[in-house]
T-cell receptor, first 114, second 111 residues
């Protein structure tokens, strides 16, 4: 069975600080990887996705993530956060075989202070 | 604009009652999945519909059932509601190589 671990449950940063959120998954086969963001009062939005190819994936709003297969990791990064990045971030994985279910981590709540 | 629309946005039900939640997928998407998100948790997969049939199911009891219509819209039904069914219910639609797109969700409170 697939599982996803997000090690940081709460992160507090000042504006302009760099961000890295950890995500590790457990699955024996080929996977697709995702980061979703949920801003306060809004729906889950897709930040970026990895299906294959270049393991460094760039998403919206300056976010990027790197897939390291040997470490089963897909960490999310942003060089300089803004107050508007305050949100909850979810890492998710599904098996790369058709429309498989998404398995989510428990989320990381990010607070950026101005 | 999420593209995926859900109704209603909020609902309060009594234990033992039944509830129906509705979802219209993003235009062009033919696969609909439902998730339950408890407070402080990540979404948990309930089931997925494709071509009007349940294609995958998560670890949820038979009290949870669904339906997909020819226009790809979907319903989630929960019978014999329990207090523990209180959660945010999310609908997601998907298409190959695009990832899943989520609606705003329906906040269900069981009292």
């Amino acid at each position: 069975a697939q599982s996803v671990s997000q090690h940081n449950h709460h992160v507090i940063l000042s504006e302009a600080a760099s961000l890295e959120l950890g995500c590790n998954y457990s699955y024996g086969g080929t996977v697709n990887l995702f980061w979703y963001v949920q801003y306060p009062g809004q729906h889950l939005q897709l930040l970026l996705k990895y299906f294959s190819g270049d393991p460094l994936v760039k998403g919206i709003k300056g976010f990027e993530a790197e897939f390291i297969k040997s470490k089963f990791s897909f960490n999310l990064r942003k060089p300089s956060v803004q107050w508007s990045d305050t949100a909850e971030y979810f890492c998710a994985v599904n098996a790369n075989t058709g429309f498989q279910k998404l398995v989510f981590g428990t989320g990381t709540r990010l607070l950026v202070s101005p | 604009d999420a593209g995926v629309t859900q109704s209603p946005t909020h609902l309060i039900k009594t234990r033992g009652q039944q509830v129906t939640l509705r979802c219209s997928p993003k235009s062009g998407h033919d696969t609909v999945s439902w998730y339950q998100q408890a407070l402080g948790q990540g979404p948990q997969f309930i089931f997925q519909y494709y071509e009007e049939e349940e294609r995958q199911r998560g670890n949820f009891p038979d009290r949870f059932s669904g339906h997909q219509f020819p226009n790809y819209s979907s319903e989630l039904n929960v019978n014999a509601l329990l207090l523990g069914d209180s959660a945010l219910y999310l609908c997601a639609s998907s298409y190959p190589q695009q990832g899943a797109f989520f609606g705003q969700g329906t906040r269900l409170t069981v009292v």
